[in-house]
């Protein structure tokens, strides 16, 4: 109901400011602990149990300020970042964009966060809370040693999350996304898996939407090689699909929501189809129903995530695509999610 009453203001904001706004509403809501069980939706994954597939993807929290408050919300996971070692401003503002024709989002931030202290004090705090709390790790713009970051974000890290993501493939720091190949993209996992030391934490590798078939078999072989825990189709794209109506689609940045979706669902498929089921995949960009939701996981992932979609349609996002997809496991005669996966 406040939502309701909110909403029409918050979309009279600069996009930023109704973030931060919400952010803060989060932080004061009585919300918190755990997604309500469904049993038929827990998925097994890297050896973690989620109690249902709908994850929050990265962005959105990227200060681990509000993660319990987001359980609360019906998400089975929350992944907080990107976070670098040191903390980093981010891009000249405005740098946050909503299409509202297009149900799309374009952001440049460009990696703004509190740095690897204070979110690592944040985490250690909460430590011993339930929920799937996945950091998303990347490296300072200034860095002379981007390899050297994503290896001491790990080792703050690892011991703090229940699973690590190595973003490689935000368009908004430059030059990141070569660290998606093949010669750069063996080393850093190298160092990566290293730096994780006596914690087996399970390490994530997120991709573009914006990668050559060459590349996807490049990916899938180290992926495979250096026994990754999962891949994460996708981030945001860079380019611009034919059809959006927005005067706001020429902003540069990357773009996610409803047009990146059928983008991210090829791109999906192709990891599939490379991987032949070898390495769980998680469905992200432009999931915004139940129905989506479910054609990605009928398209090979084992979870998905959403971020841009709650801009558009509300906190009880999350919770209305849980229940959606209970009903279409018992609709199909399913006894758990995990039977859907790859079937399509
Ligand atoms: C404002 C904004 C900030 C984001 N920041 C990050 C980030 O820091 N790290 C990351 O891996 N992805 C980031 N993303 C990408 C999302 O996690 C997700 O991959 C992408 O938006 C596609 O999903 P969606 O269409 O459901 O939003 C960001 C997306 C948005 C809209």
Not at 135 to 145: L, M, Q, R
């Amino acid at each position: 109901m406040l939502y309701r009453l909110a909403r029409p203001l918050l979309f009279r904001l600069p996009a930023e400011t109704a973030h931060t706004l919400t952010l803060r509403a989060l932080a004061l809501s009585p919300l918190g602990g755990r997604a309500a069980p469904e049993p038929a939706l827990a998925q097994r994954v890297a050896g973690i149990v989620f109690p249902n597939p709908v994850g929050l993807a990265p962005g959105f929290d990227k200060n681990a300020q509000v993660p319990d408050a987001l359980f609360g919300l019906g998400f089975g996971s929350v992944e907080i970042g990107t976070v670098t070692p040191r903390p980093q401003a981010g891009n000249a503002r405005p740098r946050l964009f909503r299409l509202i024709e297009d149900e799309a989002v374009i952001n440049r931030m460009g990696f703004n966060n509190d740095g690897a202290e204070v979110v690592g004090r944040r985490l250690t705090q909460r430590l011993g809370r339930p929920g799937i709390l996945g950091v998303n790790i990347g490296a300072n713009k200034d860095s002379p040693d981007r390899v050297a970051d994503y290896a001491e974000m790990t080792r703050i890290t690892a011991p703090l999350a229940t699973y690590l993501t190595v973003n490689i493939s935000s368009p908004n720091t430059p030059g990141l996304r070569a660290l998606q190949d093949e010669s750069a993209l063996g080393d850093l996992l190298d160092a990566v898996i290293a730096a994780r030391g006596p914690h087996k934490t399970p390490i994530f590798l997120k991709l573009a939407p914006d990668l050559q078939t060459s590349d996807i078999d490049a990916i899938c072989r180290i992926a495979l090689d250096k026994r990754l825990d999962a891949l994460i189709v996708t981030n945001t794209t860079i380019t611009r699909p034919a059809g959006l109506r927005s005067p706001l689609a020429a902003e540069t940045g990357g773009l996610s929501g409803k047009p990146l979706a059928p983008m991210a669902l090829d791109m999906l498929r192709a990891f599939r189809s490379a991987t032949g089921g070898a390495i769980p995949l998680i469905g992200v960009g432009g999931i915004a129903s139940a129905e989506d939701a479910w054609q990605r996981i009928c398209a090979g992932a084992s979870l998905i995530q959403l971020y841009s979609a709650m801009v558009f349609h509300g906190p009880k996002l999350a919770q209305n695509i849980v229940t959606g997809l209970a009903r279409r496991v018992r609709a199909a005669g399913m006894t758990s999610i995990a039977e859907a996966v790859g079937t399509q």
